[in-house]
């Protein structure tokens, strides 16, 4: 039996795409394990998992100022030797890493060992862990075309990302039976994100009688975000976070408001949901949410309203001109070239595992 050790870390978006491509690996032969850190939100996932479980030290790689840059690099070595010790032990065939600052003492690890990686790009420009896991990596798979010229030494592979199989195969009736709608309004999905966006929620909600005289809307609005005075709303249904309903209900909508991450704008396209995308603005994030909110409107997959732009009147009216072209934007969703990134990922590990 061959055996694979993954790891990524920090935030949802560098675990979930992982749990895509567990099961195909399974059913390949492959023993699956994983490496974080002991508090991240790595852990918690994938023990649900019940997958083995290692965990290491790691220190947050930051590109602004901060006093911890002088002791976290410490971390890191010390993450990296740890490392260094399981995959002396482990001896797995391969590592597949999904980024995050836990990721950079794993694939540095794993280069020590002479063990193959291979990495995964969510976004068109890399992140900070992964241009300094890149040099150590054996491929790295990009999720975007314009990604390619990023990755140095012929590394980067255009795989798209990898997509849950369940997300695929949820029901439009379960998740509209889940929220209670009955009449024939098209459903409007808002996502901000697994932490929810303030001014998203606040713009809809300002907006919220206008919205529900047109849609069926599901908020998924973030831990600590549910306002309860809305729950008399009829057709407005409020979720802090939805785990196992999350297909059904993804499945249900007609139109979706979201943020730009390149998980969620991907799972969308494999779902061919026309979608309203409003980037995380530069003041709160390195721009990557932008670059992928102008490639999907590049290819006429989205439309996309500037976070600095955003108000009520603006929000209403682009959601009128997707509902009227809905056919066009499922249209250009289908004749996509980018797939599913789960089996090229899976081809691609197989080649390079020893």
Do not use: W
Request: with cysteine.
């Amino acid at each position: 039996m061959k055996k694979i050790i993954m790891t990524g870390g920090g935030s949802a978006g560098h675990v979930t795409p992982n749990l895509a491509l567990i099961p195909k690996l399974k059913k390949m032969g492959y023993e699956v394990q994983y490496i974080g850190t002991e508090d991240g939100i790595e852990r918690k996932i994938i023990e649900k998992q019940h997958i083995k479980y290692h965990i290491i030290s790691s220190g947050k790689l930051r590109r602004y100022f901060d006093i911890k840059n002088f002791t976290d690099p410490f971390k890191v070595i010390k993450g990296v030797v740890q490392s260094i010790i399981i995959m002396k032990k482990e001896k797995p065939n391969i590592v597949f890493s999904k980024g995050g600052f836990v990721s950079v003492p794993v694939v540095i690890g794993a280069n020590f060992n002479k063990i193959p990686v291979i990495a995964h790009e969510s976004d068109i420009t890399p992140g900070l862990a992964n241009k300094l896991s890149a040099p150590y990596c054996t491929k790295v798979c990009v999720t975007f075309p314009e990604s390619q010229k990023y990755i140095k030494d012929n590394k980067a592979v255009l795989t798209g990302t990898p997509v849950r199989e369940e997300l695929i195969n949820g029901s439009s009736i379960i998740g509209k039976r889940i929220c209670g709608f009955n009449d024939k309004k098209p459903v409007l999905l808002v996502i901000g994100g697994s932490l929810g966006s303030k001014f998203i929620n606040d713009t809809v909600r300002e907006n919220i009688d206008n919205l529900i005289k047109k849609y069926n809307i599901i908020h998924i609005c973030g831990k600590d975000n549910v306002d309860n005075s809305l729950n008399s709303k009829n057709g407005y249904v409020q979720f802090e976070y939805v785990n196992d309903e999350l297909p059904h209900i993804m499945n249900s909508a007609d139109l979706v408001v979201s943020r730009a991450g390149a998980n969620v704008i991907f799972e969308l396209l494999a779902l061919k949901k026309p979608n309203l995308l409003i980037p995380l603005s530069k003041k709160s994030s390195r721009g990557d949410q932008i670059l992928n909110a102008k490639s999907f409107e590049k290819s006429g997959y989205s439309i996309v309203i500037q976070e600095e732009e955003l108000n009520g009147e603006l929000l209403v009216q682009k959601l009128e001109e997707l509902r009227k072209n809905r056919a066009k934007y499922v249209k250009n969703m289908e004749s996509s070239s980018i797939k599913n990134g789960v089996d090229k990922i899976v081809e691609l590990i197989a080649k390079y595992s020893t």
